[in-house]
């Protein structure tokens, strides 16, 4: 069973039971000029994971081994929107630089050109920060008998704890990686890695993801 150097101890996981989650990877949180940075957020603290996650996914492929995508986004209707998310987001819907704002369809909302889905990888779409709350992804995970999670995507202490919370609790081993996770906050990312790892793994395990490339590729 392949063993990487992890924190808070070393992870072991069965290559046949485990897939990757590639979080949310979208234009409107990445890109310069997107929905992310016109809040104000400086992107390049999100953009710093397209090389490792590129590197990452192209090994993991090699490997003939399952990626799943998210994506964080709505109905153009918004109807699976809810008004409490809504009233905190009033940008949602509205016109942005790359299409209406975190809507399926828009350009903005589709995930960035570096890291797209190849054919037969599954795209998640989710109303919430989580991705497994009201998505196909639970089936999608139990259909491959998947035990383990490989957690990758932005950013680190919304959607990504959000998912790795939930895997927890429903009783997935989540291994994230600190160099293809990022936040647009920099102690966000720092302490967010930090509870993923404390109390013995209270959340899981975080590694970095020459580590696990270096396991897959054996
Ligand atoms: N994908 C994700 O984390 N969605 C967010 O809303 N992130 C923020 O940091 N706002």
Redesign the pocket.
């Known amino acids: 069973m392949p063993t990487v150097d992890a924190s808070p101890v070393p992870f072991n996981f069965a290559l046949d039971r485990t897939a990757l989650l590639v979080?949310?990877m979208q234009r409107d949180?990445l890109l310069p000029g997107g929905f992310g940075e016109s809040l104000g957020n400086d992107v390049a603290q999100l953009r710093r994971t397209i090389g490792p996650l590129t590197s990452l996914m192209a090994a993991w492929r090699a490997a003939g081994l399952p990626i799943i995508h998210t994506r964080?986004g709505h109905e153009p209707d918004l109807s699976d929107c809810p008004p409490a998310k809504l009233a905190r987001g009033p940008m949602i819907g509205k016109p942005g630089r790359f299409g209406r704002i975190l809507v399926r369809g828009e350009y903005g909302h589709d995930i960035i050109d570096e890291l797209q889905p190849i054919d037969g990888e599954p795209v998640v779409d989710k109303p919430g920060?989580g991705a497994f709350y009201a998505t196909e992804l639970p089936e999608l995970l139990d259909k491959d008998g998947i035990e383990s999670l490989v957690v990758t995507g932005?950013?680190t202490e919304?959607?990504v704890h959000t998912t790795v919370r939930e895997a927890n609790d429903r009783g997935y081993e989540c291994l994230v990686l600190a160099d293809c996770v990022g936040s647009?906050f920099p102690e966000f990312q720092r302490v967010g890695l930090q509870m993923i790892a404390a109390q013995g793994g209270i959340f899981g395990w975080v590694a970095e993801s020459p580590a696990l490339i270096k396991e897959i590729a054996r």
């Open positions: 979080i949310d949180f964080e920060k932005v950013t919304v959607c647009y």
